[in-house]
């Protein structure tokens, strides 16, 4: 038998790996993406069954959604001093049993710390995961490939979570949006030993202060801009937690200046065009979740879509984002990361201005569907390229913090983004408060779709600068 010959099946059975670690790795960021907003169609059923308050309501959402933001950067570095494959295994089993724990709950108590528990869970897997896909993936087309893909599951699985949401409430059961994860749990703990290689840890001491400091900052900013998002910017507990932020924060940067260790290494933020592209993906993440969040109530209440049909209307924009993802591989081979940003975000303001002529006698054909694809379209442009511009030159020792961060930045921004515009949203339809919600979205939606077109033109204007002013670092 020839050399050639023997290697053709090592090469075939390397790319079958590959091929499987992808499918692990990018379903896993689609259970933590999905379930964001999977519970959101699900909430009236919950609410009737358990006895949760209208205010207490909300924390289904936002338990998980300020657990996962604080513990981001923790569960990123944990991977990488203790090992990304055992951290990512450790997430996915906490993921899989918070899910069915939650699917049983009787009682409110019990399906929020369920919740909670997920959201831990998920900061564990999620970071590592990515850290992980970086580490398999070195070849630069691979690579581009693999990113296509994750980027692709990240920005479809809210859309999907509206849609599975809607189907398994109204077919089965509220409980079933949480015991949907079990089997897919299962099936990945099985895989990830064969699937996914095992990486070794730094070893490297435990930076307990840089760990408390992160968890204590992230958590109190996330919930700040949930409460305001809820409560509004002049809400005293909003300010408290802000400031605890601040602090927090800033100590958190005066520790990891001194530590051999760092939870967050300052390096990661001494790059221009990786600080830029942070901030490029915070905007972006913030305009797609304020028009999720409002078109969703639009769709409802204003056109009067059953949850099964408001979870399919959002179909056009998944799709510009599935089809974006098998061109922009060859697109950035060709032309690199820098032009695909600034078309997704000028698709996105085109998409956005669309949006802002909606009214109450708007047709979903005429008035919705093209902005729907632009908006895919321009998504899908601008996260994978952004995330090979903030994760293409980092260390191998630091693929897991940076991950992590990634990450922390994208919930911090969709927190942002909904709590911007229900302020401006407020604003707007504060001189009608007495008015049905179908009459305050129709005269507030302008307003809220003209804020997501400026965060659009934030971003094309950074993207802009970076390609007219590289980096010199």
């Known amino acids: 038998m020839t050399e050639q010959s023997l290697?053709?099946?090592?090469?075939?059975?390397?790319?079958?790996?590959?091929?499987?670690?992808?499918?692990?790795?990018?379903?896993c960021q689609l259970m933590v993406v999905l379930d964001a907003t999977v519970v959101n169609v699900a909430l009236p059923a919950i609410q009737t069954e358990l006895g949760?308050?209208?205010t207490g309501l909300s924390w289904v959402l936002n338990a998980y959604a300020i657990t996962l933001g604080g513990l981001l950067l923790l569960g990123g570095?944990?991977?990488?001093?203790?090992?990304?494959?055992?951290?990512?295994?450790?997430?996915?089993?906490?993921?899989?049993?918070?899910?069915?724990?939650?699917?049983?709950?009787?009682?409110?108590?019990?399906?929020?710390?369920?919740?909670?528990?997920?959201?831990?869970?998920?900061?564990?897997?999620?970071?590592n995961a990515l850290a992980l896909l970086m580490v398999t993936f070195s070849e630069p087309r691979a690579r581009a490939?693999?990113?296509?893909?994750?980027?692709?599951?990240?920005?479809?699985?809210?859309?999907?979570?509206?849609?599975?949401?809607?189907?398994?409430?109204?077919?089965?059961?509220?409980?079933w949006v949480l015991f949907i994860n079990v089997p897919i749990g299962i099936v990945l703990l099985l895989m990830i030993r064969?699937?996914?290689?095992?990486?070794?840890?730094?070893?490297?001491?435990?930076?307990?202060?840089?760990?408390?400091?992160?968890?204590?900052?992230?958590?109190?900013?996330?919930?700040?801009?949930?409460?305001?998002?809820?409560?509004?910017?002049?809400?005293?507990?909003?300010?408290?937690?802000?400031?605890?932020?601040?602090?927090?924060?800033?100590?958190?940067?005066?520790?990891?200046?001194?530590?051999?260790?760092?939870?967050?290494?300052?390096s990661l933020l001494a790059d221009r065009a990786r600080a830029?592209?942070?901030?490029?993906?915070?905007?972006?993440?913030?305009?797609?979740?304020?028009?999720?969040?409002?078109?969703?109530?639009?769709?409802?209440?204003?056109?009067?879509?059953?949850?099964?049909?408001?979870?399919?209307?959002?179909?056009?924009?998944?799709l510009g984002i599935l089809v974006m993802s098998r061109l922009l591989p060859r697109i950035v081979a060709r032309w690199g990361t820098g032009i695909p940003p600034i078309v997704g975000a000028t698709f996105v303001l085109i998409g956005s201005l669309l949006l802002s002529t909606l009214d109450a006698g708007s047709s979903y054909a005429a008035h919705l569907l093209a902005p729907m694809i632009l908006l895919g379209v321009g998504a899908a442009s601008m996260i994978m390229p952004l995330t090979m511009i903030i994760l293409g030159s980092v260390p191998r020792t630091e693929s897991g913090a940076a991950s992590g961060l990634m990450q922390t930045v994208q919930q911090t921004g969709g927190a942002i983004g909904v709590s911007v515009l229900v302020t401006v949203f407020g604003l707007v339809s504060s001189n009608r408060p007495?008015?049905?919600?179908?009459?305050?979205?129709?005269?507030g939606v302008g307003a809220v779709f003209l804020t997501t077109a400026a965060f659009a033109a934030a971003v094309l204007a950074l993207r802009v600068a970076a390609l007219v002013r590289p980096n010199t670092r």
């Open 52 to 54: 949760f308050s209208p």
């Open 434 to 443: 007495d008015a049905p919600l179908a009459a305050q979205l129709t005269s």
């Open 276 to 318: 830029t592209g942070f901030v490029s993906l915070a905007l972006a993440v913030s305009a797609m979740f304020g028009t999720f969040f409002f078109l969703t109530q639009y769709l409802q209440v204003v056109m009067g879509f059953a949850p099964l049909l408001t979870g399919a209307a959002f179909l056009p924009l998944t």
């Open 145 to 175: 490939r693999a990113l296509s893909v994750w980027a692709a599951v990240s920005s479809v699985g809210g859309s999907i979570g509206l849609i599975l949401g809607g189907l398994l409430t109204e077919s089965i059961s509220w409980r």
């Open 194 to 266: 064969h699937a996914i290689p095992v990486t070794e840890g730094a070893r490297g001491r435990v930076d307990v202060a840089g760990a408390l400091t992160s968890t204590a900052g992230m958590t109190a900013l996330v919930y700040a801009f949930v409460r305001v998002g809820s409560d509004g910017w002049a809400d005293p507990v909003a300010i408290g937690a802000f400031v605890v932020a601040a602090l927090a924060l800033t100590l958190l940067v005066l520790i990891e200046r001194r530590v051999a260790e760092p939870v967050l290494p300052l």
């Open 77 to 127: 570095r944990a991977g990488d001093l203790f090992g990304r494959r055992r951290m990512f295994t450790a997430g996915i089993a906490v993921f899989t049993v918070a899910s069915l724990l939650g699917g049983f709950a009787l009682d409110p108590f019990t399906l929020l710390a369920a919740r909670v528990l997920q959201g831990v869970g998920a900061a564990a897997a999620g970071p």
């Open 7 to 27: 290697a053709a099946p090592s090469a075939a059975r390397s790319g079958t790996r590959a091929t499987t670690a992808l499918l692990v790795l990018a379903s």
